[in-house]
């Protein structure tokens, strides 16, 4: 960083983004809203970019980041595709979906950003701010969550000066996300096979065994103990107890709820939001509704079980 002590926040306007893309490409940070929640973007060809996304986050190095980029024709310079690979982005890019894929020997990323690893994560993301971002810039972006690592995603740009402020350049203010959880990853194997590493807004169809890909770390969000609010966290609560804050859902209501109406977008789209205002809130426990576990709700259950953890 820059020697600054304040993150500048700035309207994510076309002044904005390519004020962004210029503290880009000289090697800074800048969170950016997508459409699944905003992201710490660095140059994935730099390593020492790269290199100040795990210090500003304080993540762990073994895990590895996400290359946005603008489209299938960029991911082809940096992954090998499969017919199975090349299906998968024409179905879902641009949209919030990560494809784990083998990486080219001349990709040209940093280390850092696989880990050491033989594959890469690459998504194309759907929002506008971050496809201008992108076309501004001409180089890929590693985006992780823009949070100190463990704790709970933003989805707005107040919850990332929460606790990245003073920490990186700039946030782009974009309003808040519309998905909520991060996107569902994907690999695609050399037999064609695809396997669902973490789920998020999409249902590929595809499940596995979470205590296999533990073992693994392919990709991220697979820490056993992630989107930590800082207390502890009961699942799937009727009612709360007198020291807790609760998290309603459907017929439980609560100090806040994820949906009143028993909405599965609706929650997965306040879920964070929610978390960020139990982990302030003066009750030093909290406790969570049930919620179903399909559809998007599986991606829920998966960062509520992180959370507790």
Known sequence: MSGKNVTEVRLADAAGIAEAARILESGGLVAVPTETVYGLAARADSAEAVAKIYAAKGR?????????VTGLAQAERYAEFSPEARALAAAHWPGPLTL????????????????????????APAHPVMQALLATCGFPLAAPSANRSGFISPTTADHVCASLDGRIDMVLDGGPTSAGVESTIVAVRADGSVEELRPGPLAIG??????????????????????????????????????????????VAGDVTLS?????????????????????????RIAVASVPDDGVGRAINDRLRRAAA
């Not at 762990?60 to 946005?68: K, Q, R, T």
């Not at 894929?101 to 880990?115: F, N, Q, S, W």
């Not at 929650?267 to 809130?281: C, I, N, P, Q």
């Open 206 to 251: 595809v499940q596995t065994d979470g205590d296999s890909i533990e073992a693994r770390l392919e990709a991220p969000g697979q820490l056993a103990s992630h989107y930590a609010p800082g207390k502890p966290v009961r699942l799937n609560a009727t009612g709360a107890e007198p020291d807790e804050f609760l998290i309603g859902f459907g017929p």
């Open 100 to 123: 784990v894929l083998p990486r080219r020997p001349d990709a040209g990323l940093a280390e850092a950003v696989t880990a050491g690893l033989p594959t890469v994560a690459l998504r």
């Open 60 to 68: 762990p190095d073994f895990n590895p980041l996400i290359v946005h």
């Open 260 to 284: 009143e109406s028993g909405d599965l977008a609706e929650a997965a789209a306040r879920l964070y939001a929610a978390l960020h205002e139990a982990a302030r809130a003066s009750q030093p």
